[in-house]
C-alpha cells in the first residue's frame, strides 16, 4: 500500500510540471516560426497638407517575414477629436483584394477640415500573419495634436 501512495503521490507532484511544460511549448508557439522567422507591422502616421486640404495618413509596413491579410480590411477608425471637421466620415479601410496578402505597405487617409486647436485619436486595425505560420489582429491607438490653423 505504501508504495501505490508513494507511486500516486509522485504521478501527482510531476503533472504540474508536465502542465508548466505543455504550456510553455504552446506560448512559444506563439511566438513564431521555429525556423526563427521573425516580422512585425510598424505603423507610421502623419498629418499632410495638400491643394488646401488636410489629411491624417497612417501607413502599415510589413517587415520580416510578416504579411497584411486582406480580408478583412485593415482600418482606421476616429475615436476621440477637436477641432476638426470630416467632410468624408471618420472612418476608413482598404478596399476589396483579390489576393489574400497585400503585396507590401497600405496607406489609410482621414481628410479633414482644421476649425482650430485639438488633437486626433484613432484607432489602426489591422490583421497580419507570418506567412504560412500564424495570423494576429493588431491595433494602436494613434494620437496627433493640432496646433491653431494660420491664417
Same mark, same amino acid.
Given at each position: 500500500m505504501r508504495l501505490l501512495s508513494a507511486l500516486l503521490l509522485l504521478l501527482w507532484a510531476?503533472?504540474?510540471?508536465r502542465a508548466a511544460s505543455d504550456l510553455d511549448g504552446l506560448l512559444g508557439g506563439l511566438a513564431g516560426p521555429a525556423s526563427g522567422g521573425r516580422g512585425e507591422i510598424r505603423v507610421e502616421e502623419r498629418i499632410l497638407d495638400a491643394d488646401g486640404?488636410? !489629411?491624417?495618413?497612417v501607413?502599415?509596413?510589413?517587415?520580416?517575414?510578416?504579411?497584411?491579410?486582406?480580408?478583412p480590411a485593415a482600418s482606421i477608425e476616429v475615436v476621440e477629436a477637436s477641432g476638426v471637421r470630416w467632410p468624408e466620415g471618420t472612418r476608413a479601410e482598404?478596399?476589396?483584394a483579390d489576393a489574400d496578402y497585400f503585396p507590401?505597405?497600405?496607406t489609410l487617409r482621414l481628410p479633414f477640415e482644421q476649425t482650430g486647436p485639438g488633437a486626433i485619436e484613432v484607432r489602426v486595425e489591422y490583421f497580419w500573419c507570418f506567412v504560412d505560420w500564424q495570423c494576429f489582429l493588431g !491595433?494602436?491607438?494613434?494620437?496627433?495634436e493640432l496646433s491653431a490653423p494660420a491664417g
Open positions: 510531476a503533472a504540474p510540471a486640404r488636410r !489629411e491624417l495618413v501607413r502599415l509596413v510589413p517587415t520580416g517575414d510578416a504579411k497584411l491579410i486582406t480580408d482598404t478596399p476589396p507590401g505597405p497600405v !491595433e494602436k491607438r494613434v494620437t496627433r
